[in-house]
C-alpha cells in the first residue's frame, strides 16, 4: 500500500512565498544599503509623522529599542527627522525627510517588481485574484482587488 503524500499547507506555502518575496526586495534594496525593516519604519512614519519610538516599535512588531536603533540609521542617512530634543522622559516626534521618501519609492519599485515576476507566473487575473485572497484573509481585510 502506498501512502498518500501529505495535503499540501497553505500556510507553509504562504510563508514561503512570504520569505522568498522578503529574500527579493532585500536583494533590490541591497544597493540602498537600507533593509525591509528601514523601509517599513518610513512607511510608519510617512503615514503617521510625529509618531514615537514605541508607537513606531508596537506597529512594526519590534521593541522600543530595536526601533530607535533603527530610526538612529534613518537618522544618520538622513531619511528620517527628530523634531524634538532628545532626552529622557521627551517624545521624539519623528518624520520622513525628502531621502526618506525617495527610498519609499524605491521599496514601492522593488514591491512591484517581485508583484510582476509573480504576474508572470499566474497571469494578471490569477495574480489579482490572489492579492484579494490574501486581502481578505488579513484582519479587517477587504476582498478588493488592485
Known amino acids: 500500500m502506498t501512502a498518500k503524500p501529505p495535503p499540501t499547507s497553505t500556510a507553509f506555502l ?6 522568498r518575496a522578503r529574500q527579493d526586495v ?4 541591497k544597493p540602498t544599503g537600507y533593509t525591509l525593516r528601514h523601509l517599513s519604519a518610513l512607511g510608519h512614519l510617512l503615514r503617521e509623522p510625529g509618531m514615537s519610538y514605541s508607537e513606531l516599535g508596537r506597529r512594526a512588531g519590534i521593541t522600543a529599542q530595536s526601533a530607535q536603533a533603527t530610526v538612529r540609521q534613518l537618522e544618520e542617512r538622513g531619511a528620517v527627522e527628530r523634531r524634538t530634543d532628545p532626552g529622557r522622559g521627551r517624545t521624539a516626534e519623528l518624520h520622513v525627510t525628502a531621502t526618506g521618501q525617495e527610498l519609499l519609492r524605491a521599496g514601492r519599485d522593488a514591491y512591484a517588481d517581485v508583484d510582476a515576476a509573480l504576474e508572470r507566473v499566474l497571469g494578471k487575473q490569477r495574480r489579482q485574484d490572489l492579492t484579494g485572497l490574501l486581502l481578505s484573509a488579513l484582519p479587517g481585510g477587504s476582498s478588493g482587488k488592485d
Open 14 to 19: 504562504l510563508a514561503a512565498l512570504g520569505r
Open 26 to 29: 532585500e536583494r533590490a534594496l
